[in-house]
């Protein structure tokens, strides 16, 4: 029985992975629909993005959906230094022609959760989770409904990306993700301690050039792109593939390893805002609210991701 998703997206050429990742597996994953979120790149690029990638897969049957514009209180921050204008650069893809839903995103997951059995619905967001909160915050009955979420964002021993001390999801909107962690769904969590981990070096690119599909050939040419920040940056042999752990979990949870543990999520402080207090030593009597991964096994995560890409 396939786990029904909706995948939550700021396309992003690792989010692009990873929805790729969750088409090829149509044995595993349903994917009820396509929620995009400014973060990346504004919104009007995302949602477009999120039907490229559909369109590349071949699979214009997937309902893709335009969410919030903005976080819930602060100004949008885009991280174009990273993904590039258009949010996907590293290769020209064609305009999408598939439709754009007229539903709001934030509407589609309320009625989508409202409609399906309850706790048959995964959401794997994998950039700001705007969308998810306002949901939430606009039909409270929903949350019991959900199964559980898989997300990427946060970060503890690895700190921050975007500041010193916070990664780029979570900076982005630390009120909406307040929100879904105090929310008490299940939640799985990809910090950067994970994804930091599964690095597109050299041999791992070429295993997934060879495959020699235009899918191929659009992932490494993006990875072409994303990397080269990363990489100078923290002058690693790759860079971080951080959306495509949320999906790969989903798919193979045994590769990843973690703990469940109390995390909060720092809001006051202009400081240290986003940071996710992770409670990983258990110090505290906070409540246990996320299982927060630590290690992952990234020569598995990689095989993974190659077989499946071979199939789109
Ligand atoms: O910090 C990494 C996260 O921010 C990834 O989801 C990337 O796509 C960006 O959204
Ligand atoms: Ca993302």
Known sequence: MATKIIIDTDPGQDDAVAILLALAS???????????????????????????????????????FAGCDRPMIHPLVTAEHVHGKTGLDGIALPEPTMPLQDRHAV??????????????????????????ATAFAKAPE???????????????????????????????????????????????????????????????????????????HAVVSWTDFFERFDMAKYGAEGAPLHDPCVIAYLLAPDLFSGRHINVEIETGSPLTRGMTVADWWGVTTRPKNATFMGDVDAAGFYELLTARLAQI
């Open 107 to 132: 509407d589609f997951i309320i009625d989508t959760l409202r409609a399906e059995p309850s706790g048959t619905v995964t959401l794997c967001p994998l950039g700001p989770l705007t969308n998810i």
């Open 142 to 216: 929903i949350i019991a409904r959900v199964q559980q979420i898989i997300l990427m964002g946060g970060a503890y021993f690895e700190v921050g990306n975007i500041t010193p001390a916070a990664e780029f999801n979570i900076y982005v909107d630390p009120e909406a993700a307040k929100i879904v962690f105090q929310s008490g769904v299940p939640l799985v969590v990809m910090p950067l301690d994970v994804t930091h981990k599964v690095l597109t070096t050299r041999p791992r690119i070429d295993a997934i050039r060879a495959i020699g599909s235009p899918v191929a």
């Open 26 to 64: 149509p044995k595993e994953i349903e994917v009820l629909g396509i929620t995009a979120v400014a973060g990346n790149v504004p919104l009007a690029l995302t949602q477009k993005n999120a039907r490229i990638i559909c369109e590349l897969a071949g699979r214009t049957d997937i309902p893709v």
